[in-house]
């Protein structure tokens, strides 16, 4: 596609359940990024997915988020047992690795999650 | 780790005027590159303006212009001229050469007509 897509654009949930958000990001972008962005503030670092190196992972506020990128495009990030400090718009990013250039990254309009 | 600071919470300009957003960064690396970031309302976040930091000439795009001090480790944003449509939140943002991206915690600016 011509930017990068996130799915679905809301979601409400109830405290306790699991949600997966979808980001499909634009072609041939080597690296994806997700972060967190509560009411008004600024953007949390969640992850990062370079190629087909490990994910930096480090910005994960817990175990019950996890996130993968199959066949090195889309990737889900999934919240488990959500809970209502979850609630925020997640925003997906996608660069086009081209190493000393240090490119601009791409974002999806995001999703915003309310656990009710 | 790299970090990034926005000590702005907030800001705002009269129309027309020009309003400077402030960041600064901390790293032990010499080649990275730095970003202004703008989110409007609608969530779309938009790439305004790019500085390589081997470059000493300060990056400018149309009315946006940048004053990069790498030794001091500051990367400020100069919009001149400021339009109603530049109310948003303006996030500064680091990469070194592995496009890791992080981000300051945002700066919401306020153009007043």
């Known amino acids: 596609g011509a930017g990068v897509s996130q799915s679905p654009s809301n979601k409400v949930t109830e405290k306790g359940k699991d949600v997966e958000l979808r980001c499909d990001p634009i072609?041939?972008?080597?690296?994806l990024y997700w972060y967190r962005q509560s009411l008004g503030q600024g953007l949390e670092f969640l992850i990062y997915f370079q190629g087909n190196s490990a994910p930096d992972k480090s910005g994960l506020p817990s175990d019950r988020f996890s996130a993968e990128r199959t066949g090195g495009s889309v990737s889900t990030l999934t919240i488990q047992r959500t809970q209502q400090e979850d609630s925020a718009v997640y925003l997906c990013?996608?660069?086009?690795?081209?190493?000393?250039?240090?490119?601009?990254?791409?974002f999806g309009q995001g999703t915003r999650l309310t656990v009710v | 780790a790299q970090t990034v600071t926005q000590s702005q919470p907030e800001m705002s300009v009269q129309e027309a005027e020009t309003v400077t957003l402030s960041c600064t960064y901390d790293?032990?690396?010499?080649?990275?590159?730095l970003f202004w970031y703008k989110q409007p309302p609608s969530r779309q976040m938009i790439l305004v303006i790019r500085?390589?930091?081997?470059?000493?000439q300060n990056a400018t795009e149309n009315r946006f212009s940048v004053n990069f001090q790498k030794a001091a480790k500051s990367f400020s944003l100069k919009i001149s001229d400021s339009q109603l449509g530049d109310t948003a939140m303006y996030f500064c943002?680091?990469?070194?050469?592995?496009?890791?991206?992080?981000f300051g915690a945002g700066t919401r600016l306020t153009v007043k007509p």
């Open positions: 072609s041939g972008h080597t690296a």
């Open positions: 943002a680091f990469t070194l050469d592995n496009n890791d991206m992080r």
């Open positions: 990013a996608s660069s086009l690795s081209q190493g000393r250039l240090g490119t601009e990254a791409f």
């Open positions: 500085q390589e930091a081997y470059k000493q």
């Open positions: 790293t032990s690396e010499n080649n990275y590159y």
